[in-house]
C-alpha cells in the first residue's frame, strides 16, 4: 500500500506556478497526484501498473514516455513533471520534448542533488540518500535543458506533510520506521535487506538512547523544513 497522498500545501506552490493555465500535461503522471480538477488534465504514464491505479475521476493516462511526446508543437498551456523526472531514460530529451509541446511554463518538482545529503537520514542511511543524490539532474542540466527563463524555488515541507518521501519525515522519525512508510519512496528499493535492517536498529537506538533528539530534536517543532525539495519553472 503506497502512502503518497498529495499535500495540499505542496499542491499550491505546483499551482502558483502553473497559473492560468487551462490544458496541462502531466508527464511521468503515475497515479495523479496534484493533478487539480481546475485544469484540463492530460496525463502521460509508460507504467502500466501506475496507469491502473488511477482514480476512476482522472483522466485516463497515455502510455508514452516523456523523450517521445505524442503532441504537436505548442499544444498545451502549461506542463508539469513533479517528482519524475529521475526516472526518465533520457531527462535532457524528456525537458526538451516538454518545452517543444508546451507554450506556456513548464514546471519540475523535484530534489536539488546537492542538497539530499543534508537530511539527518544521511547519518542512519547515507546508501538511500547517495542513490537519491545520483539520480536526481543538477539545477543546472535542468534549467539548460528547459531553456528560456527559469526560476528555482525552495518547497517548504510542513511538519504534517501528507504525502510520504522522506524529508516529509524530518520531524516525525518514529514515522520512518514503517516498512510502508519506506516503501513509497522508491530510493529505498535500491538498498538491500541488511541495510534496511541496519537503518531500523540504529534509528531505534538513536531514539531510545536520546541520541537523535539531541541532535535533531529542534526539527520537532519546526513548522516547515526548507530541505532538497525544489520547483523549477520555466518559460519560453
Known sequence: MSLRRPDERIGHVIARALGDARTVLNVGAGTGSYESAAHAITAVEPSLAMRARRPAELATAIDAVAENLPFADR????????????????????????????????AVLTCDPARVRDFWLYEYAPDV???????????????????????????????????????????????????????????????????????DVSLRRALGSGA????????????AYNGSLVLVRATP
Do not use: K
Open 75 to 106: 499544444e498545451f498551456d502549461a506542463a508539469m513533471a513533479l517528482l519524475s523526472v529521475q526516472d526518465w531514460s533520457d531527462i535532457d530529451a524528456g525537458l526538451r520534448e516538454m518545452r517543444r509541446v508546451t507554450r506556456g511554463p513548464v
Open 129 to 199: 540518500l547517495e542513490t537519491e543524490a545520483r539520480r536526481y539532474p543538477s539545477l543546472d542540466r535542468l534549467t539548460a535543458a528547459l531553456g528560456g527563463t527559469t526560476t528555482v524555488e525552495s518547497v517548504p515541507v510542513p511538519l504534517d506533510c501528507t504525502d510520504d518521501f522522506n524529508e516529509a519525515y524530518y520531524g516525525r522519525p518514529e514515522l520512518l520506521l514503517a516498512p510502508a512508510a519506506r516503501r513509497a519512496c522508491s530510493a529505498w528499493s535500491f538498498i538491500d535487506d541488511r541495510a534496511r535492517q541496519d537503518f
Open 212 to 223: 537523535w533528539d539531541e541532535a535533531f530534536g529542534h526539527l520537532r517543532s519546526r513548522p
